[in-house]
T-cell receptor, first 114, second 111 residues
Framework: NAGVTQTPKFQVLKTGQSMTLQCAQDMNHEYMSWYRQDPGMGLRLIHYSVGAGITDQGEVPNGYNVSRSTTEDFPLRLLSAAPSQTSVYFC?????????????FGPGTRLLVL | RKEVEQDPGPFNVPEGATVAFNCTYSNSASQSFFWYRQDCRKEPKLLMSVYSSGNEDGRFTAQLNRASQYISLLIRDSKLSDSATYLCAVTRFNAGNMLTFGGGTRLMVKP
């Protein structure tokens, strides 16, 4: 199993550009999520999904859209990039709703918005 | 007040030392607790879950104090390879097992 994969690894955008960060998992996990991590800070939840067709907002959802058309994929779209979105983005997945299950993280996408 | 708080450190300790980190959380309804390890520029990886009765995994011991709303991590016999950032995380009560993270505590183990 590849686990959780993310593409691209690095991206530079200009202010106002849009792009999609890709996330895929091959573990048949129901739950998937996106976090961002800024320097010296922990991870903050952007959006999450508890199954195909179901998404919800996390702590910092503004400026981002998600959709979940399949169990495997959970792309994150930046609608109009801003310098404040410069960050490292981590996608994660977990098996389901059992309390105490942890999450498995992808390797991250480093995004720089100029 | 942040929902999950940690001392950012860094904690500089010699090899072989014992070091302890604490993490406080504000939401008394938090259900599950974890310690993650994050190496520089890498993704977080689960170190251990934290159970109410306390649990141990080799040189690592985790404790949960629900009354005072904190979790702790004790590392015995520190190794150079333990140098990393340690993140505590709690599940968000109304967000499907998603995690709220502390800012992390940086540990540097010196020869």
């Amino acid at each position: 199993n590849a686990g959780v994969t993310q593409t691209p690894k690095f991206q530079v955008l200009k202010t106002g550009q849009s792009m999609t960060l890709q996330c895929a998992q091959d573990m048949n996990h129901e739950y998937m999520s996106w976090y961002r991590q800024d320097p010296g800070m922990g991870l903050r939840l952007i959006h999450y999904s508890v199954g195909a067709g179901i998404t919800d907002q996390g702590e910092v959802p503004n400026g981002y859209n998600v959709s979940r058309s399949t169990t495997e994929d959970f792309p994150l779209r930046l609608l109009s990039a801003a310098p404040s979105q410069t960050s490292v983005y981590f996608c994660a997945s977990s098996p389901g709703s059992v309390v105490g299950e942890t999450q498995y993280f992808g390797p991250g996408t480093r995004l720089l918005v100029l | 007040r942040k929902e999950v708080e940690q001392d950012p450190g860094p904690f500089n300790v010699p090899e072989g030392a014992t070091v302890a980190f604490n993490c406080t959380y504000s939401n008394s309804a938090s259900q599950s607790f974890f310690w993650y390890r994050q190496d520089c520029r890498k993704e977080p990886k689960l170190l251990m879950s934290v159970y109410s009765s306390g649990n141990e995994d080799g040189r690592f011991t985790a404790q949960l104090n629900r009354a005072s709303q904190y979790i702790s991590l004790l590392i015995r016999d520190s190794k150079l390879s333990d140098s990393a950032t340690y993140l505590c995380a709690v599940t968000r009560f109304n967000a499907g097992n998603m995690l709220t993270f502390g800012g992390g505590t940086r540990l540097m183990v010196k020869p």
